[in-house]
């Protein structure tokens, strides 16, 4: 079966331009997540997706930040205007729901921004 | 919120030998916990989960312990090869105990098997 797939695999932008990742969670999958790994750093929760409603947006830095997932299929991160605080690896799970008590999540390879 | 720590953030051993990485996290409500391997370029796999209810769980050459009163859960990789070098994040979650299945991470540990 095909994994999560994003795009790009990397990108690079200018201070103060906008840039749309995009992420197709494996069919089937109702929970999207969106991750961010900042220069190094633990890799941390942006958001979750139930199909295409928004479960928990607690992660997002702020309101430069916008995703969407409309019809419940893929979903797209904006950054508008872009920081150079912004750049890193961002990273897309998803995933069937909870079975067994848990909830494994398959990430895509991920998508690297350098804001300069 | 959760908090976890992972150490060490890097790890070097002979290639044969095994290795550990020690993971502690801060909330006691968390009751999952899946390791992920990311080798050079590549997406995150998970490896090995264990859940609160059980101590300790083993795949091969990998196991995984959880002592849920001190709160720390460790990766052991037995009789270690070169393609165990990766960057191995650990994670916790509460599942589904309150609706809230987002992962909170650990730093990774960068290891590095010697041949």
């Known amino acids: 079966e095909a994994g999560v797939t994003q795009f790009p695999s990397h990108s690079v932008i200018e201070k103060g331009q906008t840039v749309t990742l995009r992420c197709d969670p494996i069919?089937?999958?109702?929970?999207l997540y969106w991750y961010r790994r900042v220069m190094g750093k633990e890799i941390k929760f942006l958001l979750h997706f139930v199909k295409e409603s928004k479960q928990d947006e607690s992660g997002m830095p702020n309101n430069r930040f916008l995703a969407e997932r409309t019809g419940g299929t893929y979903s797209t991160l904006k950054v508008q205007p872009a920081e150079l605080e912004d750049s890193g690896v961002y990273f897309c799970a998803s995933s069937q729901g909870t079975s067994g008590g848990k909830n494994i999540q398959y990430f895509g390879a991920g998508t690297r921004l350098s804001v300069l | 919120g959760e908090n976890v720590e992972q150490h060490p953030s890097t790890l070097s051993v002979q290639e044969g030998d095994s290795a550990v990485i020690k993971c502690t996290y801060s909330?006691?409500?968390?009751?999952?916990f899946p390791w992920y391997k990311q080798e050079l370029g590549k997406r995150p796999q998970l490896i090995i989960d264990i859940r609160s209810n059980v101590g300790e769980k083993k795949d091969q050459r990998i196991a995984v312990t959880l002592n849920k009163t001190a709160k720390h859960f460790s990766l052991h990789i037995t009789e270690t090869q070169p393609e165990d070098s990766a960057v191995y994040f650990c994670?916790?979650?509460?599942?589904?105990?309150?609706?809230?299945?987002?992962?909170?991470f650990g730093t990774g540990t960068r290891l590095t098997i010697i041949p």
């Open positions: 069919s089937g999958h109702d929970n």
């Open positions: 994670a916790a979650s509460f599942g589904i105990q309150f609706g809230n299945e987002k992962l909170t």
């Open positions: 909330d006691s409500a968390s009751n999952y």
